[in-house]
């Protein structure tokens, strides 16, 4: 329940009508003044989504946060500006940025922009200065009246008062006899709240002839602090000199204390109001406050907080660098982690202890698929400076992961080139220069170029002194072989890969082995096998706290088992590498059920965001479900373009059993068209099947065309699709080519159809609403047109669009 706004009436009021009026409201005031309690009850019946902002330092984090507190982030190769404009563009949302330092982050002009881009944003912003923006709205908030000397001494300041006095147990104040002492303590507060908070703790705490004269905040904290005893005043100092609320471990280490005295002197402090603590049991302060007992740090306080945070990043980071599960202890305090980590970095003395903490916790972030941490984190150990060759090598590559999931496939690369450098001092290169091949080659494996991650994989294989990265590349081999459905050579690499299993270290490479198993036999029709391989993989992922693993696990199970009950998942949180099979399996589920339409519109969302991510595999997948959805929905033409992408890219990869899947979405075409060479089609799938043994399963097995008894000739050669067969084939159901060339025949069929909704004059949400996608799947499209057409703006498409329509009439 929220404290009453005392005195506040008339501001309460104006406020509630700027919000009703304006789409963006700043409220002013000095520090103290209590902008955020009127804030909070003014948004107290709006669907707010609240940003602390008091230490956010720079737009970029702003920016960030606000995607965090809405649920959502941003796409690979996406602004984070236009990913917070898609976030609430349509939405009926508030957004608070709370404590927001306008001038240091220069937020103003970008939320000037969020607010021309989108029709139904809107935002306040409790601030000490205006953005000066035309569509900001300010509301002042000034402090409260203090009583005169010869006025009552009554109002909101001295109910304030006497409220928090009685609230810190202190004794009854007679205002009669008391009035002297009254009004010269209000009337030092200025009438600012948390002053007079302050104030009346201390009043309680020594009486209110004993409490000192207070001019402004800092004053207050300077009396408060020299009222407690010794140990409280120097919790106060060093936990102000912390960023972020922290547990009780971390406030024990920070203090040198047991956990039980830590507690007792953080109650204190609670107790006095200058310390608080939020929902989840973690301790904070108040900006003003936090500010003003930093200063009040000297050298001595602050060596202690770097060196208690290292102890306790030491303490509960894992014992090895392979070593961490989804529910480690420490991730509850992830911000006293980074804080740990980066502290420890920026000094010479203490790099290679940072170094050693930020490879140790990679194991647990990568499990628990916290990518944006994780990249956050190693990168800044790599700002500070070189570390201990090995360590920081590793450390490069594991940014390097992060950033590739982060931002794009192929966006670690440059962190990889890192690692290399770092090896060569490491005390052996070639174990080192090993795993950055290792992680190169499962690069090549997510954009789909899989003779380049075959490569890679041997590479690390044939530079690895010892056999330590054999494993894990001879999974990634496996991988290569599944997906290139050579399965003898496949098995027998994924077996190669498990013999670890019995130790702790590294237990994934065995669950993901195990997983590739199940998939061959689905590919082999050996359901019920498959069935029961990935349900054990997913049991024993769940015990081991393996969360990414598993997650990848059912997703394959919850296309076998229809009965599966699936573990609760938020998908915006999910880095892109698992969060694109996610959803397509959210889309086939969609498609099984006979919403065709739905499951178009987030199968195109895949495709949109794997083509931006550089995800080959899961583009080809996620067009062949769209191939099916459009076709579900007698979209004949818009199915066979999507499947003819799918045939090319799969062919080119090769995934030849994907190829199989493209030809039988065309056979499928065919026949929904009349068209006799529907069975010869499906007889070069067939083909590509036959001599791997594997059945057709999925919408492959429920939508079958009867095969020719041969394929088209100079189709397949040795069981592959030739090149001839693909142009054949792409021929065959685009016809001969248009009577005259025109730019906009370099678009696809979906690109098509965003800009002719351009030269309609809609928007992207309208486009988003009536193809049935995603407004991030609209955005998508318009960067390819715009990159494809060599233009900037949608007036440029739209005339475009216009002058073609007029050349074809």
């Known amino acids: 329940m929220l404290s009453p706004c005392l005195g506040r009436d008339d501001v309460q009021r104006a406020l509630v009508e700027a919000m009703a009026e304006s789409r ?30 008091r230490n956010l330092h720079s737009l970029d984090d702003v920016l960030v946060a606000a995607l965090e507190s809405l649920g959502s982030e941003t796409a690979p190769g996406d602004s984070l500006s236009g990913a917070l404009s898609r976030a609430l563009d349509g939405r009926e949302c508030l957004l608070v940025l709370d404590g927001l330092d306008l001038d240091a982050t220069g937020a103003g002009p970008v939320l000037q922009a969020l607010l021309d881009s ?113 140990a409280s005043a120097t919790a106060l100092r060093r936990i102000g000199v912390l960023d972020f609320p922290a547990g009780l471990g971390v406030l024990a280490r920070v203090l040198a204390l047991p956990v039980p005295e830590a507690a007792e002197l953080a109650g204190n402090l609670v107790r006095r109001s200058l310390l608080e603590v939020d929902s989840r049991g973690r301790f904070d302060m108040l900006s003003p406050i936090r500010g003003r007992a930093r200063a009040l740090a000297g050298p001595g306080d602050v060596a202690a907080v770097e060196a208690g945070l290292l102890r306790w990043a030491q303490d509960h980071a894992p014992a090895h660098d392979n070593v961490g599960a989804a529910d480690a202890e420490w991730l509850a305090d992830l911000p006293a982690m980074r804080q740990a980590v980066l502290t420890a970095c920026a000094h010479p003395e203490t790099r290679a202890a940072g170094y050693s903490v930020a490879n140790r916790i990679y194991g647990s972030l990568y499990t628990s698929m916290r990518a944006r941490e994780a990249l956050e984190i190693l990168e800044g150990a790599l700002t500070s400076g070189d570390g201990p060759p090995a360590i920081g090598a590793q450390v490069a590559r594991r940014a390097g992961i992060a950033a590739s999931e982060m931002r794009g496939t192929y966006e670690g690369l440059w962190l990889l080139d890192r690692a290399d450098e770092q090896a060569s001092a490491a005390e052996r290169p070639e174990e080192q220069l090993a795993k950055t091949a290792s992680i190169r080659a499962e690069m090549h494996l997510d954009a789909g170029d899989l003779r380049r991650a075959e490569a890679e994989a041997r590479r690390a294989i044939d530079l690895d002194p010892d056999g330590s990265i054999r494993r894990q590349a001879t999974r ?11 399965f003898a050579e496949a098995a027998a690499a994924a077996n190669d890969a498990m013999p670890g299993r019995i130790a702790q270290d590294e237990r994934w490479i065995d669950l993901s082995a195990r997983t590739l198993l199940a998939r061959i036999a689905l590919e082999q029709g050996r359901v019920a096998e498959a069935v029961a391989a990935t349900r054990a993989v997913v049991a024993e992922a769940r015990e081991l ?220 949400r309208k486009i988003a609403e009536e193809l049935f996608v995603s407004p991030r799947t609209v955005d998508a499209h318009l960067t390819h047109i715009y990159r494809k057409l060599d233009i900037n703006t949608r007036a440029r498409l739209a005339a475009l669009v216009m002058e073609q329509t007029h050349l074809a009439l």
């Open 24 to 53: 963006w409201v700043t409220v002013v005031g000095p520090p103290g003044s209590g902008k955020t309690l009127l804030v909070r009850h003014a948004a107290a019946d709006a669907s707010a989504s609240w940003v602390d902002a």
């Open 545 to 764: 706290a393996e969360d990414r693993v598993g997650l990848l696990a059912e997703t394959m199970l919850r296309s076998l088992d229809p009965h599966w009950e699936p573990s609760p998942v938020n998908r915006e949180t999910l880095p892109w590498a698992v969060r694109l099979p996610v959803l397509a399996q959210d889309a086939r589920d969609l498609f099984a059920r006979g919403e065709n339409r739905r499951a178009a519109g987030l199968a195109a969302d895949v495709v949109a965001l794997a083509d931006s991510a550089r995800l080959g595999r899961d583009a080809v997948e996620a067009r062949l479900l769209l191939g099916r959805a459009l076709l579900a929905q007698a979209d004949h033409d818009q199915a066979a373009t999507t499947f003819l992408t799918a045939l090319e890219q799969a062919a080119a990869m090769p995934m030849p059993l994907r190829v199989a899947d493209a030809l039988d979405g065309l056979a499928s075409v065919a026949q929904h068209r009349g068209m006799r060479e529907a069975r010869q089609v499906a007889a070069a799938a067939a083909a590509v099947r036959a001599p791997r043994l594997a059945a057709p399963w999925g919408y492959a097995a429920a939508h079958h065309v009867r095969p020719a008894h041969t394929a088209p000739d100079r189709w397949i050669v040795d069981g592959d699709l030739t090149p001839e067969g693909v142009r054949t084939a792409t021929a065959l159901f685009t016809g001969g080519a248009p009577a005259g060339p025109s730019p906009l025949d370099a678009l696809t069929a979906a690109e098509q159809l965003v800009a002719q909704r351009v030269a309609q004059g809609l928007t992207s």
């Open 476 to 486: 990634t081999l496996a991988d290569v072989y599944v997906s290139r459905a050579c």
């Open 118 to 230: 989108t029709t139904d944003a809107r935002v306040v912003v409790t601030a000490r200065t205006t953005a000066g923006q035309p569509y900001e709205s300010v509301v002042r908030v000034g402090p409260l009246p203090v009583p005169h000397a010869r006025s009552p001494l009554e109002g909101p300041a001295v109910e304030l008062f006497l409220r928090c006095i009685r609230s810190a147990g202190g004794q009854r104040v007679d205002l009669a006899t008391q009035a002297t002492e009254v009004r010269r303590l209000l009337r030092a507060t200025g009438g600012l709240p948390l002053l007079i908070e302050q104030v009346a703790v201390q009043s309680a705490l020594v009486g209110l002839s004993n409490a000192i004269s207070t001019v402004s905040l800092d004053q207050a904290v300077d009396s408060a602090h020299a009222l407690l005893d010794d």
